[in-house]
């Protein structure tokens, strides 16, 4: 067996690939990520699994919180059941960005002894090291995408402040935009 954190019970439960991208963007023009993504078939067979279950309905939703992900609530239902040996993703940032969503996912793990796999490592929510470094990694990737919104909004500031610069804003909710025969910019007006 390639790892003590795998047993055999784990082995005769399915194993999940949790495959994510957060817009369409990048699944569009991310091709490299998608590939290395669905690669990760090849680690959770090398570890002896035989039943694997790709679940990428999520792709081109963020993990940031405040959408709906059909793929990742049924994930958790599964784990919940007890039918996963193990739930797998590149990076474990594929699965939540968020702590509540993390949170759920390693509660229902330890809770059922199923273990998470990335490329790097195999951990077992069961055992506290593990538990603490799933934790860890959470938090980081939630401070990641705090500071990324924090640069994308300083930025959008400066481009505003800089001498002709403008921040391109939609209109409000109950606005409509029109363009007047007089006036070279768009100007909106309240319904």
Not at 32 to 50: K, N, V
Request: with cysteine; glycine share 6%; hydrophobic share 35%.
């Amino acid at each position: 067996m390639i790892s003590d954190k795998v047993r055999p019970h784990h082995l005769e439960r399915k194993a999940i690939l949790y495959v994510r991208q957060s817009s369409a963007h990048q699944v569009l023009h991310n091709r490299e990520s998608s590939t290395l993504q669905y690669a990760m078939q090849d680690r959770l067979t090398a570890l002896g699994w035989s039943e694997i279950e790709v679940i990428d309905d999520d792709l081109g939703r963020s993990a940031a919180g405040g959408v709906q992900r059909a793929g990742f609530e049924r994930m958790v239902a599964e784990v919940c059941l007890g039918k996963v040996g193990a739930v797998c993703a590149r990076e474990v940032s594929r699965f939540a960005r968020n702590s509540r969503d993390w949170q759920q996912l390693i509660e229902m793990c330890r809770v059922v002894d199923t273990v998470l796999v990335d490329q790097e490592t195999i951990y077992a929510p069961r055992h506290g090291n593990d538990r603490l470094l799933l934790g860890l990694k959470g938090s980081l990737n939630e401070y990641e995408l705090d500071l990324l919104r924090q640069r994308s909004l300083s930025a959008r500031y400066e481009k505003a402040r800089r001498p002709g610069g403008d921040r391109i804003t939609p209109p409000s909710t109950g606005s409509l935009r029109t363009r007047s025969t007089a006036a070279p910019m768009p100007m909106v007006r309240r319904l």
